[in-house]
């Protein structure tokens, strides 16, 4: 798999030469799955995820970019990476946070989704923050009918 490299970074997505950054926390505050989003036929089930960047540290902090894994049930393993969140390269001062949502379309009926956001704090210095795992399950549909 090819590596992404970020205006104003030197470095890949992928971690290497990012230090974790403990006060950067991420969390997974809602996932929804949405049946009624028209979604290609290789890719039928979407879900919505909201996740919200608190910093705790320190240091003032921008986020330049993203890298999800996203692993079906059936094995298959897709990467999403790129500049940005959500179009935005935000900058969390010490105490701030940033929240947004997007989603996830996957073939299968089940996947996991884990990822980090890379960045830059005010020296220069690369950092890095997990995205927690999180499990999409496509729930059981009841059947429409009559008994």
């Known amino acids: 798999m090819d590596k992404l490299f970020l205006k104003g970074l030197s470095g890949p997505v992928d971690g290497d030469g990012f230090e974790n950054l403990e006060g950067l926390k991420v969390s997974v505050d809602e996932l929804v799955y949405q049946p009624q989003v028209l979604t290609a036929p290789d890719r039928p089930h979407c879900f919505a995820y909201y996740i919200s960047i608190a910093n705790e540290t320190d240091h003032t902090v921008t986020l330049k970019g993203r890298k999800w894994v996203v692993q079906e049930a059936s094995g298959?393993?897709?990467?999403?990476?790129?500049?940005?969140?959500?179009?935005?390269?935000?900058?969390?001062?010490?105490?701030?946070?940033?929240?947004?949502?997007?989603?996830?379309?996957?073939?299968?009926?089940?996947?996991?989704?884990?990822?980090?956001?890379?960045?830059?704090?005010?020296?220069?210095?690369?950092?890095?923050?997990?995205?927690?795992?999180?499990?999409m399950v496509v729930p059981d549909q009841p059947e429409v009918g009559y008994a």
């Not at 701030?96 to 020296?123: C, K, M, P, Q, W």
Request: proline share 5%; aromatic share 8%.
């Open 76 to 135: 298959e393993v897709t990467a999403v990476e790129g500049d940005g969140l959500v179009g935005e390269m935000p900058t969390l001062e010490p105490g701030g946070s940033f929240s947004y949502n997007s989603f996830h379309v996957i073939h299968s009926r089940r996947a996991i989704a884990r990822g980090s956001y890379i960045g830059l704090d005010e020296t220069g210095r690369r950092v890095l923050a997990v995205i927690p795992a999180f499990e």
